[in-house]
């Protein structure tokens, strides 16, 4: 409403007898109003988006806008009395006898309507569009949404000051509507033909940021300027010119441009709905932009015609001509490019020059795609690589895969809250599909009747069915059902009780996804809980700092009054909760497991299938420890969702060490305190430890493993299992001191080893100490002459080592039925082959 009004005094003056020389300017008024007004909007997005709302929180920053508004009110209403004395100045304005109604029209004033709303369908259908294909460069983050929404405005704004310092003392012709709305289209048509190559100029530019040389920002703010700001600012140009060529002036100017105004946000409204709901979904974000494109066209057509140029009918053949060869010549969009990650992956493609090897680096060569569908909320690609390894991704981003460590924090999200549950489990609510793992294994439980899941992306549904072969089917069972809404709309609206809750969405530094780390929706989904009930929260400390992990903790420990903290797999914890107490009982961990053979399979798969191991190698801290290790942290809120600021700008930090560091520092306990029936003899204890951390290696923190063994070195001093393990742990840290003195150690302990062995000689062949590595190997099969994993091993260095009479006699003592393990019987075959005479 304020836009008419500031376009009719502002643009035209103020005074009656000007009016009517001031409407024959309508769209230079119109374009510097626009212009201000749009570059406005332009600070109010960045100060919204990098300021106001982390900072202040979402009621702060209402109120903000709101007090701006009022200081507009007071400054207009100040301004009408004492500022501007030519409004009560001269001779009133004469009253027409009857005012003409809002849909009376010339010709030219129907026109402008008609192009007006269908410039503003195509624009905001190009800017949904625009937020989508970038997201799939720069990232899902607030500030990403940000500095495209801001360069869109930006553009907006530069386009109607052009207008606004272009337009003489006349208004614009159709002509200069023709000129706009054809630009337009050539500006999307641009955008279209970059996009495979914005993620290459991304990775090229990621170096400058790493170096401190340009915020990341900066980079977003030139790659989103690259696509969207040449065809925005032609849209900007456009809508003052169409005011003006559709007679917006004299008296009636007030009413004119309300009428323009109105038009072209109804048509944006329509375009937004049409690209959010339907046009995205069904076309693509591709076909949508050519849709936009198209429509710019169709408009800049009609103006033609209505120009009445002398030349119009040369340009309205030539004009389509040309629209019709660039639509047609412009590279299709690459999956490839489109669902790299190269924003998140930058490790991928550090050094790529070219576009070919960029592609390759993406996987070209190696993955096959399987899916690749722009959806209502996301782009959803699943690739297959040769090794039959499968992944989810989502805007780029693997959200689920077939591998161990995927597995493992997939599975686990569903065994670990069933096994800490005390009472019968009937319900179960998955927050997420992904690639239906998590679901499928409550599901396969026979005790369950019912499994809902709530999964915002249609489209994850059908990638979720190409993992059918790990989610058990989990689609086509009885049990269970999908509801494709947003998670907390459905908790909000739900009166069903469940005794599960698994929450695993998208990482919190992806927009929106926050909501699902407050405290509001930690109490949702603690009300949905059945009495008893468990509620089981996915956690990561990956790209997290400290501090927004203690503060996702607290923000738990707020809602909760029983919880405790179990790692997952790759750098994922889960938090559970509950209202009630929460008892582990070992009894129950060793008849779930001797019941449900496919909940011993699956945890066998990752090494868990015995109990013990199975509650050690995942219990970190227990409700008291939980609860000092967050102690004094800040919560999170609705009102105030930090962690969307704040995780984004520690995406490319490698601070997941830290995390599991501070975690490991007030981590006292092995098991939970107080389990029930469990008491077993000394002996088996260590024994139990040392399989407990044999199995968590590489798939839990170092920090989680270190722990039992060092159990075990209390009670035996020199056990070279034990410092084969330290060993191991210190290489994944890369503590090479640390790792060579554990595993000299371990070599020179009173009982011969042979992984301890193979772990130096190992390490000194990967350090560049051949001669060493062939010392340790030697002497190892000297100690130990029946080894075959050490005998194999020493052959294959000779091998290596150009020594190949030596491999040969080494293998003559080797046959393939005294390997217990597959890929050691394996590489057996391969290099006798390998040495075999060549037949004369």
């Known amino acids: 409403a304020t836009f008419p009004v500031f376009v009719r005094w502002f643009g035209f003056g103020g005074a009656d007898k000007d009016k009517e020389e001031a409407g024959r300017n309508a769209g230079r008024s119109a374009g510097l109003v626009y212009w201000m007004n749009t570059a406005g909007a332009v600070c109010g997005v960045l100060a919204a988006g990098f300021f106001l709302v982390e900072r202040l929180g979402m009621g702060a920053s209402y109120k903000a806008a709101a007090a701006a508004n009022l200081v507009c009110a007071l400054l207009a209403l100040a301004i009408s009395r004492w500022g501007v004395k030519a409004l009560r100045e001269g001779p009133p304005a004469p009253v027409p006898a009857r005012a003409p109604g809002f849909l009376e029209m010339t010709g030219d004033q129907a026109a402008a309507c008609a192009l007006l709303f269908i410039s503003g369908y195509a624009a905001l259908a190009a800017q949904l569009a625009w937020s989508r294909s970038l997201a ?37 012709g159709w002509g200069a509507v023709a000129a706009g709305a054809l630009a337009a289209a050539g500006g999307l048509c641009l955008s279209l033909s970059i996009q495979n190559y914005l993620p290459l100029l991304l990775t090229r530019l990621y170096p400058f940021y790493f170096s401190g040389k340009i915020p990341l920002a900066a980079i977003h703010l030139l790659l989103a300027a690259l696509s969207i700001f040449p065809a925005a600012a032609c849209m900007g140009f456009l809508y003052p010119a169409l005011m003006g060529a559709g007679g917006a002036g004299g008296a009636a100017a ?22 959010g709901f339907s046009l995205i979904p069904r076309l693509g974000i591709e076909r949508t932009l050519v849709l936009a494109a198209l429509l710019y066209l169709l408009a800049g057509l009609a ?96 959200d689920a895969s077939n591998n161990k460590v995927d597995m493992g924090t997939q599975l686990l999200l569903a065994y670990v809250p069933r096994v800490l549950l005390a009472g019968d489990l009937k319900s179960a609510l998955v927050v997420g599909l992904g690639s239906g793992v998590t679901a499928g294994a409550l599901a396969a439980m026979p005790e369950i009747r019912e499994v809902d899941c709530v999964e915002i992306e249609p489209e994850v549904e059908r990638a979720a069915a190409l993992f059918s072969g790990i989610n058990k089917g989990v689609l086509d069972s009885d049990k269970f059902k999908l509801v494709r809404t947003d998670a907390r709309h459905f908790l909000t609206g739900s009166r069903k009780s469940y005794d599960l809750i698994l929450s695993e969405p998208s990482n919190p530094w992806m927009a929106g996804v926050a909501s699902l780390f407050t405290r509001e929706a930690f109490s949702l989904a603690k009300a949905r809980l059945s009495p008893g009930g ?27 009054p029983h919880m405790m903290l179990f790692s997952a797999a790759g750098g994922d914890y889960l938090l559970v909760g509950s209202p009630a107490e929460i008892t582990p009982d070992y009894a129950r961990v060793r008849y779930l497991l001797g019941t449900r053979p496919e909940m011993l399979s699956d945890l066998a798969s990752l090494g868990l299938g015995d109990p013990f191991v199975f509650l050690a190698a995942t219990f970190l801290l227990d409700d008291a420890a939980a609860r000092a290790y967050a102690e004094g942290a800040p919560l999170h809120a609705d009102d105030r969702m930090t962690l969307e600021f704040s995780a984004p700008r520690h995406l490319h930090d490698t601070s997941g060490m830290q995390v599991e560091l501070s975690i490991a520092r007030v981590r006292h306990r092995i098991l939970p305190d107080r389990l029930a029936n469990f008491s077993p003899k ?159």
Not at 143 to 155: D, K, Q, R, S, W
Not at 327 to 352: E, I, Q
Not at 721 to 749: C, H, I, N, P, Q
Not at 818 to 839: G, T, Y
Request: hydrophobic content about 45%.
């Open 136 to 172: 799939l460069v720069i990232g899902s983050s607030t500030y990403a949404f940000t500095v495209i929404l801001a360069v869109f405005l930006l553009g907006l704004s530069s386009g109607g000051g052009l207008a606004g310092f272009v337009f003489g003392r006349r208004n614009p």
């Open 254 to 275: 007030g009413r004119e441009i309300g009428r323009y105004t109105a038009v072209n946000t109804l048509g944006c409204i329509a375009g937004a709905l049409a690209a």
């Open 303 to 398: 103006a033609l015609y209505l120009s009445r140029a002398p030349r119009r009918l040369a340009w309205l053949i030539l004009a389509p001509a040309l629209a019709a060869a660039a639509l047609l010549a412009y590279p299709k969009w690459d999956p490839w490019a489109l669902s790299s990650g190269a924003y998140l992956y930058t490790h991928k493609f550090r050094g790529v020059k070219t576009y070919g090897e960029f592609l390759a680096r993406a996987g070209r060569d190696e993955l096959r795609i399987l899916l690749h569908k722009d959806g209502a909320f996301a782009t959803v690609t699943v690739l297959d690589d040769s090794d039959r390894e499968r992944f989810l991704r989502v805007n780029g981003k693997s």
């Open 534 to 560: 468990i509620f089981c929260q996915w956690m990561h400390d990956y790209s997290m700092s400290p501090e927004d992990f203690r503060m996702v903790v607290n923000t738990f420990a707020s809602v909760f």
């Open 682 to 840: 000394a002996a088996q204890l260590e024994e139990l430890y040392l399989r407990a951390g044999e199995a968590a290696m590489g798939v839990f923190g170092v920090f989680t493993v270190e722990p039992f063994f060092h159990k075990v070195l209390e009670a035996s001093p020199g056990n070279p299992r034990a410092l084969t393990g330290l060993g191991r742990a210190a290489l994944l840290v890369r503590d090479m001191r640390r790792a060579e003195e554990y595993f000299k150690k371990a070599t020179e302990s009173a009982v011969p080893h042979p992984p301890a062995y193979l772990a130096l000689g190992g390490y000194y062949a990967v350090s560049g100490q051949a001669e060493k590595a062939l010392d340790c190997l030697e002497a190892g099969v000297r100690r130990i002459p029946g080894d075959p994993g050490l005998t194999l091993a020493l052959a294959e260095f000779y091998e290596a080592t150009a020594r190949p009479n030596k491999a040969r006699e080494l293998l003559k003592r080797l046959a393939p039925g005294s390997f217990r393990d597959r890929a050691q019987l394996q590489a057996f075959v391969q290099i006798s082959e390998r040495l075999k005479p060549a037949a004369k």
